[in-house]
């Protein structure tokens, strides 16, 4: 095959982890990633209504943008996200409209929210060995290791979510995902054992509530919540939804 003569630009775009929670044999250590501006391939994929009705428009465009020679799977969840904006951003620019109901009118309005305003969370990475973080849980004082989630994890939570609703008819709750990020706990890494300690009730509201909070503190991500005004003057802090439709401006779908 005829080696094209079009060259797509592409550029180098920091991940909000750093490339911090990789070890330093994976080429997503390197703290960037290359990315070329979506083309109309891209925008084929997005507008594919099989693979919006599946769910994996996003991801199949992302994957194709990516120059850098990644396992994508391997990006933590908050890198992929911080990918995505970026991926926005040279596509179609900083600016990005979307339509708020004003509290005060019950009317909709348009606004404005420049993408490149929207910041990495700022992370204390020091808590992290080897991928982990130690935390001892201040009421029962048992001690958790724990990770940060990859794209893999995700998926994996999704369809393990997905089966057990089938099976039983309802949906389990957040703590589901504890099963997967918490590593050990009094240093025992058998999965069992951790399954154990969510499920047997061991772990305790009084010790699990601030558990997701400090998990949250030192999860690298995007900042996807910003301020906007209103016509009337009002203020508001909304998140900027990362939906199919952050993709399609002037597209008509």
Same mark, same amino acid.
């Given at each position: ?37 979506? %083309?109309? +391939? ?14 994996? @428009? /996003?991801? $199949?465009? &992302? ?23 970026a991926a926005r951003i040279l596509a179609y620019g900083k ?49 958790? %290791?724990? +990770? ?14 997905? @089966? /057990?609703? $089938?099976? &039983? ?85």
């Amino acid at each position: 095959m005829a080696e094209s003569k079009f060259t797509v630009p592409t550029e180098m775009v920091d991940l909000p982890s750093k490339g911090l929670l990789y070890p330093s044999t994976n080429a997503l250590s390197s703290g960037s990633i290359e990315l070329k501006y979506m %083309t109309a +391939k891209e925008e084929d994929i997005l507008t594919n209504v099989n693979l919006l009705r599946q769910g994996i @428009a /996003i991801e $199949k465009m &992302l994957k194709s943008i990516i120059k850098s020679p990644i396992n994508y799977e391997d990006l933590v969840v908050g890198d992929r996200n911080g990918l995505l904006v970026a991926a926005r951003i040279l596509a179609y620019g900083k600016d990005y409209t979307l339509k708020i109901t004003n509290p005060n009118t019950g009317e909709a309005e348009e606004v404005n929210v420049d993408l490149q305003t929207l910041k990495y969370k700022e992370v204390d990475f020091s808590v992290f060995q080897n991928g982990e973080v130690t935390y001892e849980l201040p009421f029962t004082k048992n001690v958790v %290791t724990f +990770k940060i989630l990859t794209v893999a994890d995700d998926k994996q939570i999704d369809e393990d979510i997905k @089966a /057990i609703k $089938k099976t &039983l008819g309802y949906e389990p709750g957040a703590s589901e995902r504890l099963k997967y990020q918490i590593t050990s706990v009094n240093g025992d890494r058998t999965q069992k054992s951790i399954r154990d300690f969510i499920d047997s009730g061991a772990l305790l509201a009084r010790d699990s509530n601030p558990l997701r909070k400090y998990m949250n503190s030192v999860t690298p991500d995007i900042e996807m919540t910003t301020t906007v005004t209103l016509k009337d003057g009002t203020t508001l802090d909304i998140d900027v939804p990362m939906t199919s439709e952050f993709f399609f401006p002037g597209l008509g779908v």
